[in-house]
C-alpha cells in the first residue's frame, strides 16, 4: 500500500515537473525579450532535471522494469497525475508568469515540507528543488508586481490571466488517500496545511501588485485521477512522437 | 532610426572565484536593479561560470575617447624602467 502509494506520488510530483517545463520550453524563441527567453528556458530545464530524478526513483520503486524515459514517453493521458494548471496553453505573458507565480508558491511550500520526509530520496531531492523554486519564485514575484503596478494594459492582463487560472488553483491542494498514507508514514506532505501559507502568500503579492484574487468559486478538478483538460492530449502527441513513432531510437 | 524598446542597458561582471577579479562578461537589457541580476544570472551563470554578480548602468560608464588614445597611452610605451623586468635582480636577493 505504502510502495504503491509513494509511486502514485512520484508520478504526481514528476508529471508536474515534466508538463511544465514542456510548457515553458514552448517559450524558446518567442519570449518577449532574449533575458527572459532565457530565464523561462531556463526553469523549464530546472524542471526536466526534477522530473527526471523523480520518475527515475518512481521507475526503481517498480523494480526499474520500465525506465523514467518509459514512465515520461509511454504512458497515455489518462496515466498522467499532473495538476491541470500546468498543462493549459502558456497564453500571453501574463498568463505564464501568473502561472508560475501560483505555482512556484505552492512548490516553495511543498518542498519545504517535503524537506522533514523520512524517505531519503525525496528528502534529497526537496532540497535540490527548492533552491531552484525559490529563484523561480523570486522572478515570478517581481514579474507579477512590475506589471500589475504597471501600465493600464499590463494591469488589465495580469488580472485577466489571474481570474482565468484562479479555478486551477484549488486542485493543488486536493488530498486523497496516497496522500493520507504517505503523511501517516512521515513521507509525504499536509496539503491542508500548505494552503493557508500559500493563500496569504498570494495574497501579499496581490496587493503589491494592486491585483485581486476572484472570490472563492467553482475549482477544477481530475488530475489526481488522471482526468485531464483537452490540452494534455495534444501535448503528449508532440511530446511522445518520436518515440511512438521510433521506439528505443537512439543516436 | 527606430525607437529602441530593450529597456536600458546593463554590464555585466562575473566573478568566477571569491577573490578573484571581476570580468566583463557581457551586457542585458532590464528595467531595474533586481531584472538586471537575474537577467544577468540567467544569461550569464548557467554553466556554473560564477560565484558573484555585478551589473552597472551602461550609461554610468565614462570611457575614454579613441581619439585620446596618442595623448592617453602612447606615452607609457617607451618608458620600459616601468616594468620590474627592467631591474637585474641582485644574485643573493633569491626571496624577492
Known sequence: MTEQSLYNYCLRMGDNALILSYRLSEWCSNGPM?????ALTNFALDMIGRAQAILKYASELQ?????????AYRRSEREYYNNLITELPNGDFAQTIVRQLFISAFEFYFFTELQKSNNATLLAIAVKTLKEVKYHLMHATDWVIRLGDGTTESHKRMQDAINYLWMFTGELFEMDLIDTTLIEKGIGVDLMLLQPKWHRHIQQVMYDATLQLPEEGFMQTGSRKG???????????????LQRTYPDAIW | ??????????????QSKPGANYIHAGSVHASDKSMALQNARDTY???GEGTSIWVVPANAIVASNPDDNDLFFDPA????????????????????
Open chain 2, 77 to 96: 610605451n617607451d618608458k620600459v624602467y616601468r616594468h620590474p623586468t627592467f631591474y637585474v635582480m641582485p644574485k643573493d636577493a633569491k626571496a624577492i
Open chain 2, 1 to 14: 532610426m527606430t525607437t529602441d524598446t530593450q529597456l536600458e542597458l546593463w554590464e555585466v561582471f562575473m
Open chain 1, 63 to 71: 523494480g526499474g522494469v520500465k525506465t523514467e524515459d518509459d514512465l
Open chain 1, 34 to 38: 532574449l533575458e527572459e527567453d532565457l
Open chain 1, 227 to 241: 482526468i485531464h483538460t483537452e490540452y494534455l492530449g495534444h501535448i503528449l502527441s508532440e511530446m511522445q512522437y
Open chain 2, 45 to 47: 551563470s548557467r554553466r
